[in-house]
């Protein structure tokens, strides 16, 4: 299976801050790489897809690059509404598999 | 709008057995795969297992593999995972989740809409 390693673990910010969150992979998977964000009791809503691709209704304060087996999200300015758990996800091969997530957190 | 909507949940014995479903609305069921997804207390998100547009093809994750069997039906416009020998570690919220394609072990697979989780406890 594809391991799929996250980091930080959690960050802390102040709104209006950039933020990157890093996933690396365990062997390349080209651009087969998503991203998803978790709010406390919700479900996880896509927010990337295929590495850099915007899902429709996302800020475009949000993107996403990388290639192989480095991939990184980043929030240009973020806003308060973004404080959540951020979950990378390589779609290479079957199994599916998640990083372990990156929270982020207000400073 | 897209609405997927899980039941069947609850709190069962080790060994036991349980069967999930989840209702699709809003969108031609018959046009995408779907996939459970679940997630234990205080985790990470685990891919359990997912099943393409015409039921031909199906996986499941080795940690639930000869345990659970996923189904569908298009006519009902429902997904449903049957949960057999549970264990412990088989507690978590189960998400069911739409895949934007047909297929649900195409490369490039991505999970577009979630359901808001039924919750399965395993305990004595």
């Known amino acids: 299976d594809i391991q799929m390693t996250q980091s930080p673990s959690s960050l802390s910010a102040s709104v209006g801050d950039r933020v990157t969150i890093t996933c690396r992979a365990s062997?390349?998977?080209?651009?087969?790489l998503n991203w998803y964000q978790q709010k406390p009791g919700k479900a996880p809503k896509l927010l990337i897809y295929?590495?850099?691709s915007l899902q429709s209704g996302v800020p475009s304060r949000f993107s996403g690059s990388g290639s192989g087996t480095d991939f990184t999200l980043t929030i240009s300015s973020l806003q308060p509404e973004d404080f959540a758990t951020f979950y990378c996800q390589q779609s290479y091969t079957s199994p599916w598999t998640f990083g372990q997530g990156t929270k982020v957190e207000i400073k | 709008e897209v609405q997927l909507v899980e039941s069947g949940g609850g709190l069962v014995q080790p060994g036991r057995s349980l069967r999930l479903s989840c209702a699709a609305s809003?969108?031609?069921?018959?046009?995408?795969?779907m996939q459970w997804v679940r997630q234990a207390p205080g985790k990470g998100l685990e891919w359990v297992s997912g099943i393409s547009w015409n039921s031909g093809s199906i996986g499941y994750a080795d940690s639930v593999k000869g345990r659970f069997t996923i189904s569908r039906d298009n006519a009902k416009n429902s997904l449903y995972l049957q949960m057999d020998s549970l264990k412990a570690e088989d507690t978590a919220l189960y998400y069911c989740?739409?895949?934007?394609?047909?297929?649900?072990?195409?490369?490039?697979?991505?999970?577009?809409?979630w359901g808001q989780g039924t919750l399965v406890t395993v305990s004595s």
């Open positions: 989740a739409r895949d934007f394609g047909d297929y649900y072990d195409t490369r490039g697979e991505y999970f577009d809409y």
């Open positions: 809003g969108f031609t069921f018959d046009d995408y795969a």
């Open positions: 062997q390349s998977i080209s651009t087969y």
């Open positions: 295929a590495a850099s």
